[in-house]
């Protein structure tokens, strides 16, 4: 029997996936991370410090900006009674992958403003727009202004929460151990239709996730994910944690970081610099596989197939019928891919047309069986639809094609079992 040459693109595909999947995205990216201190000032022209780290062509101070094109741009908000450079090495990370960063260094006190704090993070952005739409400014040109990213921790993720509510520029959150501020971020959570992605630890002693992250997560429409680090705790988000209000965790530091990075990584490189390689890391199957990091998800996106699993003959075409639901709170269309298949796929549609809350389309996806395949191989497709309205997020479903024994083949396996059981059967008579 003549393989088909298709059969070896399972192994290439799989391999494929498996360096985007197995690359350390903990580790720092091309880029050096440079930084300086700026002053921002509020339209009262009081002012706030805040540190800003960005893509760079040497690591320091004050160093010049790294060449190319536009950088992708995420405020910070650090936690209550903290200063920001207690995060320094995840702003550098994020600066080696190509982000700019800053982090209010405002209502660091014992009583901090959480909606103040929340306007400063707005305000940074304006800091931003501004300079890259200065002339003579180096960030001229060099900041991507079309959206922008937030992520916080603890009282900072709350204060997000508040701006990213009232700010439309911001198009991406991404919380740590996020704590209920004042006012709750909440009631406010049906308002926000942007991906946000609360992270945080199942041994925090200090702000535990089952009384801030899940109601939270509860009260907020999709996209929203809730991951969850095994062992991690409250200050393992931090690099230089401060003594005085400290808990622990079974989780070492070093690796509740990497894990932090890494996500934080696949996140804002997935929505902001619209990397596509990075979506099955926060919506794939592998997402909601991976050791140590059980993630709850609701993605806005269903997909159904009447069945998941078909046969038939080498040669044949399997057609599956596939509805697509939109189960978000607003109207989008979707964009359709398959991957991972080795053999033959032909959509019927590639986009969906604009579907509101609630709202259906159907589609064909048909498998073309190679006229080669030896009985029992099977294929396995990846199927899934992305939002239109972000860019970044998915809902998927898995197909499985199997090529059916031809009836030939399958008269001469059954005479060779009936030869062995015969043989068997004669070889005890003789003891």
């Known amino acids: 029997m003549k393989f088909d040459v298709k059969f070896l693109m399972v192994a290439t595909a799989a391999a ?25 000032t509020r339209p009262d022209n009081s002012t706030f410090s805040a540190l800003l780290y960005y893509p760079a062509t040497s690591a320091g101070t004050n160093t010049p900006l790294a060449p190319g ?19 320094f090495g995840t702003f550098e990370h994020l600066a080696s992958r190509g982000h700019v960063v800053i982090a209010s260094a405002s209502e660091v006190g014992l009583a901090p403003s959480h909606p103040n704090f929340a306007s400063d993070m707005s305000l940074t952005l304006d800091y931003l727009t501004a300079r890259d739409s200065n002339p003579v400014d180096p960030l001229f040109g060099r900041v991507d202004t079309s959206g922008f990213g937030l992520f916080g921790h603890s009282m900072g993720g ?45 041994e925090d002693g200090i702000v535990p996730y089952n009384t801030a992250t899940v109601p939270i997560y509860n ?10 680090i095994t062992g991690g705790y409250h200050v393992g988000f931090q690099d230089n944690p401060c003594p005085l209000f400290a808990d622990s965790g079974s989780l070492p530091a070093a690796e509740q970081l990497a894990i932090t990075r890494a996500y934080l990584t ?16 926060i919506w794939g199957p592998e997402a909601f596989s991976q050791s140590g990091l059980p993630t709850l998800a609701d993605s806005g996106i269903s997909l159904s197939a009447a069945s998941l699993a078909q046969s038939d003959d080498p040669g044949a075409a399997v057609t599956y019928q596939v509805t697509l639901t939109n189960t978000g709170p607003i109207a989008s269309s979707f964009s359709l891919f398959s991957e991972d298949n080795a053999w033959a796929v032909t959509l019927s549609d590639t986009q969906s047309p604009l579907l509101a809350p609630g709202e259906q389309f159907v589609f064909d996806v048909e498998v073309l069986i190679p006229g080669g395949a030896p009985p029992g191989l099977s294929d396995l497709l990846l199927l899934s639809a992305r939002s239109d309205n972000d860019g970044g997020t998915r809902g998927y479903t898995m197909l499985t094609t199997q090529a059916v024994p031809e009836p030939g083949s399958l008269v001469l ?15 005890r008579r003789k003891i």
Not at 21 to 32: I, M, R
Not at 171 to 194: D, E, H, R
């Open 16 to 40: 494929c996936w498996a360096a985007v999947a197995n690359a350390d995205l903990s580790q720092p990216g091309p880029y050096a991370a440079g930084s300086t201190q700026v002053l921002i």
């Open 69 to 87: 094109g536009e950088f992708s741009a995420i405020t910070f908000g650090h936690g209550f009674f903290q200063t920001p450079n207690r995060y």
């Open 158 to 202: 709350g204060a997000g929460l508040l701006a990213t509510a009232a700010d439309p520029r911001i198009k991406a959150f991404a919380g740590l151990a996020t704590a209920i501020t004042n006012p709750s971020p909440v009631p406010l959570m049906p308002s926000i239709n942007v991906p946000v992605a609360l992270l945080s630890g199942d």
């Open 219 to 228: 009260a907020a429409t999709a996209p929203k994910l809730q991951p969850l």
């Open 266 to 281: 696949s996140f804002f490189g997935l929505y902001l610099q619209d990397d596509q390689s990075l979506w099955r890391n």
């Open 413 to 427: 396996a059954m005479t060779a079992a009936v030869g062995l059981s015969t043989a068997a059967l004669r070889r």
